[in-house]
């Protein structure tokens, strides 16, 4: 008795026609490094324990260094901003609302290390990829040990979802714990959708998810880069 021969596997079949991981993330990182403008509007959802908190910021960028965040933490329930300007293209400056103080940085891209915790990390995602040169660490451009887990939707956009840890360098010599992270990058513009990171530890959970809607070269006028601390800000 002939049998008929079984066919492959659509999974297998699609598994097998994804990129590799270091060519998505390659291509991801130099689609930002080419970029003339960027902007996005994201959230950052934090969980510790049973508390969860839902924050909001915003990012504009254009090239070579004309760059604008702000941080808004929790706004259903607190008046908390945190904010990094580079209005002139060469002196990055950052002003938060708790302290009332302004910052100025030069050129030094430290400013964005220094944000890390008024921001919950959000200011660590997507500037390392804008500023290669600069050689900042961040979720992204740090990743290791990843590999491709398929493709998934992220608010209706196809995207390639990186699966690996996180474990930050820093000149001290100082090194992060390793952490589960998974990155989700748009199939068509290569840009992150979405980033999520695992710090539990044993009868501890704490997590960050963050997650974008960017848009690859707009027009961004100088007033988008101005930023004036005042207290009714």
Known sequence: MLCAMPGPHPELHAAASLPTAEDILERSRAKYASLKSYSDTGTVATQYHSTVEQHA?????????????EFRKNPKESKERYVIWCADGEDFQDWWSTTGNTSHHGRNPNVF???SYPTKGSALQIPPLLF???????????LSKYHVAGTEDVDGRPCYKLVGELALAYKTGAVTDAHPTMVWIDV???L???VFED???TGSVSTTT????PQAN???DDSRFRFTPSPAS
């Open 57 to 69: 910021f915003t990012t504009y960028y254009r090239a070579p260094r004309y760059f604008f965040l």
């Open 113 to 115: 290390a220094l944000a």
């Open 132 to 142: 290669p040169k600069a050689a900042m660490r961040g979720p992204i451009s740090d």
């Open 188 to 190: 068509e513009t290569l």
């Open 192 to 194: 992150v959708r979405k």
């Open 199 to 201: 710090t539990s530890t």
């Open 210 to 213: 963050t997650t974008f809607e």
């Open 218 to 220: 707009p027009d961004l």
